[in-house]
């Protein structure tokens, strides 16, 4: 369990994390998503005690990090892949940080197993390890002390879809044994596959959580219509907010009863209806973070270039 109680973190007049709550709950995976600098990193490392917080306070299972009694056992850390000691194998990284822990050397073994790094890989320096290799190594040294909790920073970077796919099922595994898992990722498809519960954050800010069902339930209804233009004035008329996708169609915030209702109150032929989905999502990370986003138009008009 991680709790994150009005979490707030500045440099100088910049508020980097703005009064920032949420929980990450045992048997879940919780995505935290959000555009680049939106805070997730620095959230993170408040979490570990490597940033010290403005205000407010996290806890892991109940304690500050700080105050956990061994926590290399309790708490899987994995900020910054390239954070580790170039000159050392993979091998003796992950022996070091056995012997710290207390921990047989025989699981030394058993991790690089787990991550897929091969004896000949694992004798390597790591300055000379791919991003995906070190990846799998900062994983394994998470999942070294075999924790409760599994704290990640944007793990699936530079990993291939072959190593996304482990990942993503290293996780749930975890997950499902009832451990706590938070990982970051400014990539809502890499999160959505694999998250249970969602925290948007966009400026430092939470801008939206729950789980995945509840946040794709809010994204309403998809309706395409030849005419979109006379369609988005009926909704607009009938009091549904509603604003065009990327794709052309347009995302109603009403169920699809009432939807299809006002199309066809209004002699709207309609020519797609259906509860938006994991496109529904899409459109909500953008519009949530839109504020955030800096280049929102040219990501909207990126989609649709590429659309056509
Ligand atoms: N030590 C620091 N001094 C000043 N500003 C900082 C510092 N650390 C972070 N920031 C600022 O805080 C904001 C949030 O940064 P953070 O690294 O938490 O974002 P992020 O969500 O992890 O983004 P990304 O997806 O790019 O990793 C950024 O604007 C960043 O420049
Ligand atoms: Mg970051």
Same mark, same amino acid.
């Given at each position: 369990?991680?709790?994150?109680?009005?979490?707030?973190?500045?440099?100088?007049?910049?508020?980097? $994390?703005?009064?920032?709550? %949420?929980?990450?709950?045992?048997?879940?995976?919780?995505? %935290?998503?959000?555009?680049?600098? &939106?805070?997730?990193?620095?959230?993170?490392?408040?979490?570990?005690?490597?940033? *010290?917080?403005?205000?407010?306070?996290?806890?892991?299972?109940?304690?500050?990090?700080?105050?956990?009694?061994?926590?290399?056992?309790?708490?899987? $850390?994995?900020?910054?892949?390239?954070?580790?000691?170039?000159?050392?194998?993979?091998?003796?990284?992950?022996? @070091?940080?056995?012997?710290?822990?207390?921990?047989?050397?025989? /699981?030394?073994?058993?991790?690089?197993?787990?991550?897929?790094?091969?004896?000949?890989?694992?004798?390597?320096?790591?300055?000379?390890?791919?991003?995906?290799?070190?990846?799998?190594?900062?994983?394994?040294?998470?999942?070294?002390?075999?924790?409760?909790?599994?704290?990640?920073?944007?793990?699936?970077?530079?990993?291939?879809?072959?190593?996304? /796919?482990?990942?993503?099922?290293?996780?749930?595994? %975890?997950?499902?044994?009832?451990?706590?898992?938070?990982?970051?990722?400014?990539?809502?498809?890499?999160?959505?596959?694999?998250?249970?519960?969602?925290?948007? @954050?966009?400026?430092?800010?939470?801008?939206?959580?729950?789980?995945?069902?509840?946040?794709? &339930?809010?994204?309403?209804?998809?309706?395409?219509?030849?005419?979109?233009?006379?369609?988005?004035?009926?909704?607009?008329? *009938?009091?549904?907010? &509603?604003?065009?996708?990327?794709?052309?169609?347009?995302?109603?915030?009403?169920?699809?009863? /009432?939807?299809?209702?006002?199309?066809?109150?209004?002699?709207?032929? $309609?020519?797609?209806?259906?509860?938006?989905?994991?496109?529904?999502?899409?459109?909500?990370?953008?519009?949530?973070?839109?504020?955030?986003?800096?280049?929102? $138009?040219?990501?909207?008009?990126?989609?649709?270039?590429?659309? *056509?």
């Amino acid at each position: 369990m991680i709790t994150v109680e009005s979490l707030s973190k500045s440099y100088g007049s910049f508020v980097a $994390v703005d009064d920032v709550s %949420f929980t990450a709950r045992p048997g879940r995976v919780t995505g %935290f998503l959000g555009p680049n600098g &939106a805070g997730k990193s620095t959230t993170m490392r408040v979490m570990v005690g490597l940033t *010290a917080p403005g205000t407010g306070e996290v806890r892991l299972l109940g304690r500050r990090f700080a105050d956990l009694p061994d926590p290399g056992r309790e708490v899987g $850390v994995l900020l910054d892949a390239s954070a580790q000691h170039a000159g050392r194998t993979g091998r003796e990284i992950l022996t @070091i940080a056995a012997l710290t822990m207390g921990l047989p050397r025989a /699981r030394v073994d058993e991790m690089l197993e787990r991550v897929s790094l091969t004896p000949d890989e694992a004798s390597r320096r790591v300055r000379n390890y791919s991003l995906g290799m070190r990846q799998r190594l900062g994983i394994g040294t998470a999942l070294l002390g075999n924790p409760e909790v599994l704290i990640l920073d944007e793990p699936a970077n530079g990993l291939d879809p072959a190593g996304i /796919r482990w990942m993503r099922d290293l996780l749930r595994d %975890f997950a499902d044994q009832g451990g706590t898992v938070l990982l970051s990722s400014h990539l809502l498809h890499e999160i959505e596959v694999v998250a249970d519960d969602l925290v948007v @954050i966009g400026n430092g800010r939470i801008v939206a959580q729950g789980t995945k069902e509840e946040l794709l &339930a809010g994204a309403g209804t998809l309706v395409r219509a030849a005419d979109g233009a006379a369609l988005a004035t009926a909704l607009g008329a *009938a009091g549904i907010t &509603a604003r065009p996708t990327s794709g052309g169609a347009v995302l109603a915030e009403a169920d699809l009863t /009432r939807v299809g209702q006002t199309a066809f109150a209004a002699g709207i032929a $309609v020519t797609e209806l259906r509860a938006a989905d994991g496109a529904g999502l899409e459109e909500m990370f953008l519009a949530l973070t839109a504020e955030s986003q800096r280049e929102t $138009v040219n990501h909207t008009s990126t989609t649709e270039g590429a659309a *056509a």
